[in-house]
């Protein structure tokens, strides 16, 4: 809930060089960063997820799409390739995502079917 | 390497009504925007590590650091509960990434030793 200093230089052993440390904890505040950056924008990725997922179990459309997600792998790559990111990281990264998205959707429309079975 | 369109209504079977169809698509516009913006960011995250992998290696400390992964998941957990996404998600996200983090960390840490040993 609290946005909390993450105390950067834990772990870092007794000994370490004053430059060093400074160097690693600065490091460590900007990953911190980026992570909440990213954080977030699953939030927001997940909402969307969500939805598509209701829209699916309305509409009786099977949970997993694998032309989508042969697109979305493809530009992943090219977008990853592009920013110098690992290509093969980039198509595991969206696989990993994925696979979570398809365990909600799931989780959606078997709700769908138990709402539908109970006549209360 | 080109940001072309990525056809988000590919895979809808025929018949799905245009309203559904429509919102579907924007929905995955939304989806693959916010991917790019998470594989930019993933991208900008990595150089980070990077660098911290050198420092580590050129300094001899060890590659993982517990304590600091600790920190990292107690305070992502917390975000993700903050953004309405599971904290247990955002845990295995963070445990993901590392795992990915330390095979960079070792390869810059053998890639030291390698070049440690070659005289030439």
């Known amino acids: 809930m609290t946005d909390h200093p993450t105390t950067p230089d834990a772990g870092l052993p007794e000994g370490?060089?004053?430059?060093?440390r400074a160097e690693l904890t600065s490091l460590?505040?900007?990953i911190d960063n980026i992570d909440a950056a990213v954080v977030h924008m699953l939030a927001e990725?997940?909402?969307a997820t969500q939805r598509v997922g209701r829209l699916k179990a309305e509409h009786k459309l099977p949970p997993a799409d694998p032309a989508r997600e042969r697109t979305q792998i493809?530009?992943?790559r090219e977008?990853?390739?592009g920013a110098h990111?690992?290509?093969v990281f980039a198509e595991k990264f969206l696989n990993?995502?994925?696979a979570e998205v398809i365990r909600h959707h799931e989780a959606?429309?078997?709700d769908a079917v138990a709402g539908g079975n109970d006549a209360a």
Chains 1, 2 share one sequence.
């Open 79 to 81: 977008l990853a390739a």
């Open 85 to 87: 990111l690992d290509p």
């Open 28 to 30: 460590r505040e900007s």
């Open 74 to 76: 493809k530009r992943l």
């Open 45 to 47: 990725r997940f909402k």
């Open 96 to 98: 990993f995502i994925i």
């Open 16 to 20: 370490v060089d004053d430059a060093v």
């Open 108 to 110: 959606i429309a078997n």
